[in-house]
Structures are given as structure tokens and as C-alpha cells.
């Protein structure tokens, strides 16, 4: 099982980011997946959700802002970050989790994760 995260990098408040996670090893199309950050300090925190049949679930602190999108002919999860805010600074990771039902659950319900991509918003 693979997840490799891509995209991240620094960019000035207001702009974009792409985020990108490519999946291998497993059967994608079946799973939810999410994408979490962590800031230097605290815990893995929970950010943007998409389930198997497409649907989207997203935190407050990015609704609005933050796009999630799946392409399972190329086994690829997407996060599209605009207005980009300095507290967006952290490492975002994508994951993966078996069961829709548990999809929008917390870290612990993920079974697969990326190694991280550090994104960065200065004023």
C-alpha cells in the first residue's frame, strides 16, 4: 500500500495550492478518504472527507475554501486550497479508511497514510 502526497509548498495568504495524493495497493474506488494536517505541537486534525459514492464533508475552518475530489480511473485524491490563510500552515496528509460508515471519523478510524506534505502561507 502506497499514498504519495505532492503539491505542497509555500505561498503567500490569499493564494492557491493543489494538493495532490496518488494511491496504490489497494482497491481506491471503495474507499473513503481524507485529508488531515498537523501543526508543529498538536494532534492530526481532521480537515476534508470524500466517500466512496463521491459525497464531500468538510470542517468549518475550511468550508468554503478547500475543495476535495477523487479520480478513480487515475487513483488519484485531490485538495484544492484557495484564499489561503496562515494558519493553513501545517503537513497535510491524505489517507485512507475501509468503511464509508466511519468515514468522517477521526485518525484513529484511518487504516492508510501518506508520509506528509508541508504546506506553508505567509502573510
Known amino acids: 500500500v502506497q499514498l504519495v502526497e505532492s503539491g505542497g509548498g509555500s505561498e503567500q495568504a490569499g493564494g492557491s495550492l493543489r494538493l495532490s495524493c496518488a494511491v496504490s495497493?489497494?482497491?481506491?474506488?471503495?474507499?473513503?478518504m481524507g485529508w488531515f494536517r498537523q501543526a508543529p505541537g498538536k494532534g492530526r486534525e481532521r480537515r476534508a472527507f470524500i466517500d466512496s459514492a463521491g459525497t464531500t464533508r468538510y470542517t468549518d475552518s475550511v468550508k468554503g475554501r478547500f475543495t476535495i475530489s477523487r479520480d478513480n480511473a487515475e487513483n488519484t485524491l485531490y485538495l484544492q486550497m484557495n484564499s489561503l490563510k496562515p494558519e493553513d500552515t501545517a503537513m497535510y496528509y491524505c489517507?485512507?479508511?475501509?468503511?464509508?460508515?466511519?468515514?468522517?471519523?477521526?485518525?484513529?478510524?484511518?487504516?492508510?497514510w501518506g508520509q506528509g506534505t508541508q504546506v506553508t502561507v505567509s502573510l
Open positions: 489517507a485512507a479508511n475501509s468503511r464509508d460508515s466511519w468515514c468522517y471519523g477521526g485518525p484513529n478510524y484511518y487504516n492508510y
Open positions: 495497493g489497494f482497491t481506491y474506488s471503495s474507499y473513503c
